[in-house]
Structure formats: C-alpha cells, structure tokens
C-alpha cells in the first residue's frame, strides 16, 4: 500500500517561495507512476499543478509553469514542489499524489497540508 | 484548456435514491474521465478510471458512462457513507482539469 505524506511550512509571506515536499513509502518512486501535485483553495475545488516521473519528464500546469518546479530525489524516495512569487490566491491545501503511467486516474492521495500566504 | 461543467452543483437525496451526476467536457476526451469522491477534510478517493472501471475496493453501486463529451456518474442505491462531494477529471491532455464538483446531501 502506496503512502504519501506532504511536508513543509503551513505559512509563507506574500512574494516568498512556496516549498513542500512529499515523502512515498510502501513503493519505490522509480516505478511506472507519474509523481502528482494537486490543490484546492478553500472551499473551491481541484487544480492540478504538474507531475514528475522518475527519469526528469514533467508536465505543468501552464497557469502556474512561470512560477513552478517540481523535483524529484530517488535515494530519499521523494518529490517536491516550489512556487514562488505567491499571493494570497496561493492558499490553499496542497496534495501529493500517485497517477498511474496509464490511464490518468489519481489513484493514491497524501491528506493534503494547508498553506496559507499571508503577512 | 479542457473545461470540465458538471451539474447539478448540488443535489439532495435519500438513502436508497439513486442519483445521476453529469461532467461535460469543453471538447472531446474519447473514454478519457475519471471520478473521485471526496469527503470535508479529506483527499479525494478515486472511484472510476477510463469513465467506467471501477477502482479497487469501490462497490458496485457505483457506475460510469459516456463518451467524447458527455459523461455520468451515476449511485444506484444512495448509502449514508456516500454523502461527499464527487468530481470528474480529464486525462486526455495536459493540462489535467477537473469539474466543479457536485455535492450530494442529504434530504
């Protein structure tokens, strides 16, 4: 059974650097998966922001490429997102997600962080 | 971009009822669509893939259809566990985009 679980600040100041990282366990990150972000403004619903596969391929969200890196980093079995250059309509709840190579479906989820961008 | 419509924004059911959810996609996506549950405060669930296999784990009562542009969800007998919201999904191009979301409440 697939984990992930989402870490990093809960709040970063207008204009700062957003940065999470998603910790996978029960499953190699070099396997046929793409490594997906997610989030959902408060009460709104789901954007997806970009994913990475293991061998550096990424697919972002054209909306947010300017602002937006994903990585990936085999030996710690993890990936990370940053956004920088955020504002207020940056908040939001942030997941960390596995999408199948085939398919398209999210099929495993982290519970999701909250970020909040405020002074 | 693909946009995703789906209605009703909201609907209000009884357990038992069976309820129809509709996405429709702003350009074709052949068999392309998925669904997802989610609960307040929780990750969305996957449910169906390719617009109508069902997930691992997801009973039968769920089902899906359509195809290019016009989709369902549909829940042939409403359960107390599947009061949530529940969102549609392209896969067929980058960006991935998502319905609105229709929440089904309780009558």
């Known amino acids: 059974q697939v984990h992930l679980q989402e870490s990093g600040p809960g709040l970063v100041k207008p204009s700062g650097t957003l940065s999470l990282t998603c910790a996978v366990s029960g499953g190699s990150i070099t396997t046929s998966n793409w490594w997906t972000w997610v989030r959902q403004s408060p009460g709104k619903g789901l954007e997806w922001i970009g994913e990475?596969?293991?061998?550096?391929?990424?697919n972002y969200n054209p909306s947010l490429k300017s602002r937006v890196t994903i990585s990936a980093d085999k030996a710690m079995n993890q990936f990370s997102l940053k956004l920088n250059s955020v504002t207020a309509a940056d908040t939001a709840v942030y997941y960390c997600a596995r999408t199948p190579l085939v398919g398209g479906l999210i099929d495993y989820w982290g519970q999701g962080t909250l970020v909040t961008v405020s002074s | 971009d693909i946009q995703m419509t789906q209605s009703p924004s909201s609907v209000s059911a009884s357990v038992g009822d069976r309820v129809t959810i509709t996405c429709r996609a702003s350009?074709?996506?052949?068999?392309?669509l998925a669904w997802y549950q989610q609960k307040p405060g929780k990750a969305p669930k996957a449910l169906i893939f390719?617009?109508?296999n069902l997930q691992s784990g997801v009973p039968s009562r769920f089902s899906g259809s359509g195809s290019g542009t016009d989709f369902t969800l549909t829940i042939s007998s409403l359960q107390p566990e599947d009061f949530a919201t529940y969102y549609c999904?392209?896969?067929?191009?980058?960006?991935?985009?998502f319905g609105g979301g229709t929440k089904v409440e309780i009558k």
């Open positions: 999904q392209q896969a067929n191009s980058f960006p991935r985009t």
């Open positions: 390719g617009t109508f």
């Open positions: 350009q074709g996506i052949s068999n392309w």
């Open positions: 990475i596969f293991h061998t550096g391929n990424i």
